[in-house]
Structure formats: C-alpha cells, structure tokens
C-alpha cells in the first residue's frame, strides 16, 4: 500500500505538470511545412519585420510598418485599401488613424468574417513584437496558407490591421463607426497580446448571451481552447479594453479575442521585442486562427445572437466543456442533496462524529486565514523589502514567477503541518469541514459570478470521494487521485493565472487556490501518514525558491529596471524642472534630480495623467532652456445666448509628439477637436482632461468649446517631444543598459506648459 500511495503521489505531481502542459501546443522550427499549412516560422518571419523599430502613432517607423503590410496583403494578390481619418475614441485621445484593409469574395451572400488585429506599438519604446505584431504576423500566414488552398470560401472574409489602437481604439472606432463594410461583417476574430508569453485565451465579446458562440467555437474544434466562463467575467470588471469592445458597444457585432498574457513585465517597454516572443505563445494563436477561419469562412455567421448563456472551462482531452446557465442550480443542488446524503449514511455507519466533524473546521479555517494574509501582504513585502521593484508599473517583477512558486510551497507547507496535527481525527470527519466550504462557495458564485459555477464540477469529485472514505478502510490511492483530477485540471493553472494577470498584488488569488485545491485532494492526502515530512519538505522548498528570487531580484541587462526623466518648463510662472516618476532613483537620472530634489506639493503638476494614476516623485529646479512654445491663435470669441463660444487653433513650433489639453472645472456644454464632436457622456464624465491630441506630421488642434458666458475658462496647454536624449540643447546621456524607458507615464520628453485665461 505505501508504494501504491508513493506511486499515486507521483501520479499528482504529473497531473499538475500536465494540466500547464497541456494549455498550449510545443514549437519546433516548421519553415518547410507545406504552403496549405500554418508555420510559425513564417510567421516569425513577419514578426521579425514588424518590430524593427518603435511604431507609435507619429513616430517614424509607423509608416514602414504600414507599408509592409500593405505589400504583404498584395503579395496575396489581394486588393488592399486605406482608410484614414481623425477620431478620439472614448477615452479622449485624438489622433489622426490609418487603417488597412482587404477583402476576399465569397460565394454566398451572408455576413463577413472579420480577421482583426493592430499595427501601433505603444507610444515611446515598445518594438510592439507581441502586441500585436504577433496578432498581425499571425493573420497574415494564416491568410497566406488558407489561399494557398485555392478554394472560394463561402462568407467574405475582411482582413482589419487597425491603427492607434494603443491610444484609444481609435482605428477600430473609424472603421465601426465610418466605414461601409462594418454592417457587413457578422463575427471578429481579434488577437492581442499583454506579454509576451504563456498560453493564449479566448474571451468572447458579446452584448446578449454566449450560448451559440460556444457552441460554434466548440465545432470549430480548436486544438488547444484555453477559455472559461469566469475569465471572461472577471475581463469584464476590469478597465482593459481592445479594439473588439468598440465592435460589441458600437456595431453590436459578435465577436472571440484571443491574447496571451503571461511574462507581463515586458508589456509595453522595450523589452516587447522579437527575441522576447514565446514561440509557443505564437504557434498557439495559429492554433487558434486556422479550425476557426476554415469553419467560420463557411458557417451561417446571421444568426450568432443568443439569450442564453453558457458556462464553460477547457479541460485536457475534453477541450472546451459546457452547458447552459439553466444547469447551474439544478447542479448545485445535487451537490447539496448528496453532501446531506452522505453525511446521513456517515452517522449511521459511524464513521463520522460531531466532535470531530468540528475539529475539522479548525485545521480548514486557520490553513485559509494564514494563508490569505501571507497572500494579502505579498507585493506590500516585496516592494517594502526591494523598493526598486515598485517602479515596475506592471506589478510583476521579472522573477514573479518564482515568486508564485514561494508562496505556493509555503501555503502547501502551511496546509501540510496544520492537518498533521489533526492526525488522529479521520479523514472522513476532516472532509465534512473542506465540503461544506466549497458548498458555500459554489453557491455564492452561482448567485453573485454564474460565470464561476463550474467550481461545482470538482466539487463532485470531492463528494465522490467522501463517499468512499465513509465505505472503506483503505480506499485505493489511485482512485483518490483521479477522482481529484478535474480539481487539479481546472484550479492549478488558476494558482498561476491571476498574479501574472493581474499583478504580485492578487497573490492572494494563488494561496487561497492553493489551499482551496488542498482540501479537494485531501481524500488523497489524508492516507499519507508523514504528513510533517510533506510540510518540512515544502517549508524547504521555500526556503529554495525564496533564495532563487532573492538571487534574481536585481537589475541587469537582462532584467533592466524602468526609469523615467521630464525637462518641463512652465511659461506661466517662467520656471524649469527636472522630473521623475521613479520611487528609486539611478545614477542616469539622480544626477539631474540631485540632492536638491523634492516631492511636488499637491497641486503642483497634477494634471500630468498615466495609465495606473502614476505621479510625479521627484521634482527639482533647473536652468530655463530656449524651448518654443507652441502658437495658440484664438481664432473666435463670441457670446451666443447664455454660451460664449470660443475657437482656438493651436500649432506646434517644434517636433512634437503629443498636446494634451486641460480645463478648469468649467461646464462644458459642447465641445469639438480638429471638427470632432465630443460626446456629452465623455464631457461629463472627463473631469479637468479635455484632449490629448497625438500628433502625426506636426499637425495643428483646433478647438472649439462652448461654455456659460458667466464663467472664466482656463485651458491649459501640455506640449510634449519625446526627444529628450536626442535634443541638441541637452546633454542627457543614453540610458544604460540595465535600464529601460518606464512605460505608461511620459517619459524622455521635453514638455512646455502654457495656461490661457478666458475672462
């Protein structure tokens, strides 16, 4: 028996292995495969050509990538078009889009299949190889091989690389909202990338029910879906949008994202490059494009609405698994009617006994808590520990990794050392305790999350399992492990899921589902009789991987830290500082902050905005430099009734990359930029931003406003460059090698402030 327990324990240590493994497909160079088929090679090939260079929005190789993709596309001998023109989304950013498009004919006469990725990287430094280079690389291979087969799909299939889709949706907002061919298209297929690794998930972008699009995605038969109802729930809640919600909210266009999350740190920086891009990661989004455009070229995309929803979760050898929302209760009442059976049988067999049934809360309760805090407090002792890492904006550090690790041996060792003091208490009467808890869990998500209601699924084994404890002795190890694997399939990617996700703040999420899992298997767990060897072991491990992300937790060439460094001149008080948004600072750019540096008052350059809310750390004064302000022209100032309106044209007189303009809290009855109505809903809700203008070719922003003639208008004007390494009139050295650009903040900008007063 204890080598058929040491052989099932093995067997549980392969189940975890396999329920990572089986996420994504493996890479090995396929350049040669056949010209029908999709090789991530040639996809490569692409990629390697995209991420030559930044290719923001204004900057100089956004046109060449443009290019590039333009003569891809007619290689194909495809017809391809542009389509351009001014949008600022609803986020407030304006700037002037050029999307490309092409199209293949269909033979029939029903709705479009529309392939969907964008060309920008993110402003500054990103090389944009994953995002979304990769989403771009991949439509064109996978375009490339389905021609190749020489055969006349049955629905138009439109290839969208949009343009400025880092800055506010804006391509995608053009072509929805502009262009003919958007009430043609019946389905999207867009691919994203927030990393540049780990497997890729699908999420559906819908406004009624999932139920057909599930159901068709489960006959498209993908190979590897990595897909659940409670991601897609939780993407939601959170404020990440992509080009595919602008299709949802604006068109009501059906639609699945599919985007790769992991190695989070390299989003957006520098680091977003070629070499950086798991190969696997790409061969993955292939995976997905070529079941999905082979089937959906030739569905019946009209009718993809629905009133129901689905639940689902992808499963090794099941794939995709799901069923109706109408399930759920019915499910979780089964569950509730078995757990009162079994317990019943337990009593009357006398295997179970109140005064140990409540002995085993406390081992459940306490394995919880601990863990929750030493979650909870993770990235507060992290940054506390390493304050360098609080200025990786991302909120995961290059060895997060190995920090999820940590802290999952801990609460494993936590887990182990609590029931070894609870040996004598027997396994079915310490079950009793781990059901009950994961009842009320499954109840509270079947209420408040119904996109979580396949927790109950486990829950089943677990219950299945009680079932046997309570009817013999020495249950059969092995049995106890499989009856845990859909557990372990479904929650130990989970586990790593939602740090690299959402940040080392959510390690949380990873001790807690580590717990949680526990006492699924504890069926298994409870007939190893050196449980405090298993806790000592893990406690050990620990110690291990504690010392390994210690070994890795400083900056270097190839882990560089963020940093960031502004020249702003203010014109209306005639001043000059240095600024910084790093909480620590380094050689290349403490030196200009110097030990005269100070942290800005409240109100001192508050309107500088980030992504993450980001502030100004460091400020200090400095020499005036010859900085040409931008030449802003009031082109009209008349009163209208109750409104005085007035039009404003402001042009840059040097090399500028963006404006953003700012008021006082004056209500703003209308107001439109470079012709662009601005929506009331954006007006009321944008607090003191009105626009920030993304500038291609220097061109002009001209407002114009309308507000109560009784009220004093104060726009304030943030010209910025980012040529702050480059500029002749400063000596700021190149970065060193084991720093990057910060990302989401301005950054190696030269920026001149400038406030107009309208009394």
């Not at 140990?356 to 002792?381: M, Q, R």
């Not at 940040?503 to 949380?508: E, R, T, V, W, Y």
């Not at 009789?529 to 890795?552: E, R």
């Not at 042009?651 to 929506?679: F, G, I, M």
Request: hydrophobic residues 45%; charged residues 20%; negative net charge.
């Amino acid at each position: 028996m204890k080598f058929s327990r040491t052989l099932a324990l093995l067997l549980l240590f392969l189940a975890v292995y396999w329920s990572f493994k089986s996420l994504i497909p493996s890479y090995t160079p396929d350049g040669d495969l056949t010209q029908e088929k999709f090789s991530t090679d040639r996809a490569l090939f692409h990629v390697k050509n995209l991420s030559i260079e930044p290719h923001g929005v204004g900057f100089s190789g956004h046109p060449r990538v443009r290019a590039y993709i333009i003569a891809e596309l007619k290689k194909m001998g495809l017809e391809t078009i542009t389509q351009e023109g001014y949008t600022a989304g609803d986020w407030g950013n304006l700037s002037k889009a050029t999307n490309v498009l092409a199209r293949i004919k269909g033979s029939g006469n029903g709705k479009a299949l529309l392939l969907l990725s964008h060309y920008d990287s993110s402003p500054h430094s990103s090389y944009g190889a994953s995002d979304a280079g990769s989403g771009v690389a991949t439509i064109l291979e996978g375009i490339r091989a389905f021609l190749s087969e020489n055969k006349t799909p049955k629905n138009d299939i439109i290839v969208l690389i949009t343009d400025a889709e880092e800055l506010g949706l804006n391509g995608a907002d053009l072509f929805v909202n502009n262009h003919p061919w958007a009430k043609d298209v019946g389905l999207v297929l867009n691919f994203e990338a927030r990393g540049s690794g780990g497997p890729s998930y699908m999420l559906i972008e819908t406004n009624r029910g999932n139920g057909t699009l599930i159901k068709e995605f489960s006959k498209a038969n993908p190979k590897y879906p990595v897909a659940n109802s409670l991601a897609y729930s939780i993407y939601k809640m959170l404020p990440n949008d992509t080009d595919l919600t602008v299709f949802r909210e604006d068109g009501d266009i059906e639609g699945f994202n599919f985007a790769f999350i992991d190695d989070h740190f390299d989003y957006h920086t520098a680091l977003d490059n070629y070499d950086r891009l798991d190969r696997t990661s790409l061969a993955h989004q292939g995976s997905y494009l070529m079941p999905l455009l082979h089937y959906f070229s030739e569905a019946d995309l009209d009718n993809l609405k629905s009133l129901n929803d689905y639940v689902y979760f992808n499963l090794p050898f099941f794939r995709l698994v799901s069923y109706p929302f109408d399930w759920i209760w019915p499910m979780f009442g089964l569950a509730v009617l078995a757990f009162l059976l079994l317990l019943f049988d337990g009593f009357r067999k006398k295997k179970l006994q109140l005064k140990d049934i409540f002995k085993g809360f406390i081992p459940v309760l306490l394995t919880l808590v601990i863990n929750g805090i030493l979650g909870y407090f993770c990235w507060t002792f992290i940054t506390w520990w390493y304050p360098g890492f609080k200025d990786m904006l991302h909120g995961f550090t290059y060895n997060g990794h190995t920090y999820i690790v940590v802290y999952v041996m801990l609460s494993l060792s936590v887990c182990f050392w609590m029931y070894h003091q609870f040996r004598k208490t027997t396994t079915p009467n310490l079950l009793v305790a781990p059901i009950l808890i994961w009842i009320i869990i499954c109840g509270l998500v079947a209420y408040y999350l119904p996109g979580a209601s396949f927790f109950v699924v486990p829950l089943f084994g677990l219950l299945a399992a009680f079932m046997v404890v309570i009817n013999q002795e020495e249950p059969n190890p092995f049995l106890m492990v499989f009856l845990a694997l859909p557990a372990i399939f479904l929650y130990a990617p989970f586990i790593k899921m939602f740090p690299v996700g959402l940040g080392l703040k959510m390690m949380i999420a990873a001790t807690l589902f580590t717990t949680l899992l526990f006492f699924l298997v504890l069926p298994f767990f409870g007939q190893l009789k050196n449980k405090i060897t298993f806790a000592y072991l893990f406690l050990f491990l620990f110690m291990v991987f504690g010392i390994s992300s210690h070994l890795d937790s400083d900056f270097n060439e190839e882990r560089p830290k963020p940093s960031s460094l502004l020249y702003v001149y203010n014109a209306d008080d005639d001043s000059a500082i240095w600024a910084t948004y790093d909480q620590l600072l380094i050689g290349w750019n403490g030196q200009f902050l110097g030990n005269e540096k100070r942290v800005p008052g409240p109100e001192e350059y508050k309107t500088l905005s980030s992504k993450y809310a980001t502030k100004l750390t460091y400020i200090a004064d400095t020499q005036k430099k010859d900085i040409p302000l931008p030449w802003i022209d009031k082109v009209k100032d008349t009163v209208v009734g109750e409104n005085r309106i007035i039009e404003v044209c402001v042009t840059p007189k040097r090399n500028v990359n963006r404006l953003d303009v700012y008021t006082n809290s004056v209500p703003l009855n209308a107001a439109s930029v470079n012709r662009l109505e601005l929506s009331d809903e954006f007006l009321q809700k944008r607090r003191n931003k009105l626009i920030t203008h993304y500038i291609t070719n220097n061109d002009y922003t001209e407002l114009e406003l309308s507000f109560p003639k009784d009220s004093v208008l104060e726009l304030s004007f943030y010209e910025a460059s980012n040529d702050l390494l480059s500029h002749k009139d400063f000596s700021v050295p190149k970065r060193p090698e084991t720093s990057i650009p910060m990302p989401f903040v301005l950054n190696d900008a030269i920026l001149t402030i400038k406030t107009l007063r309208f009394d």
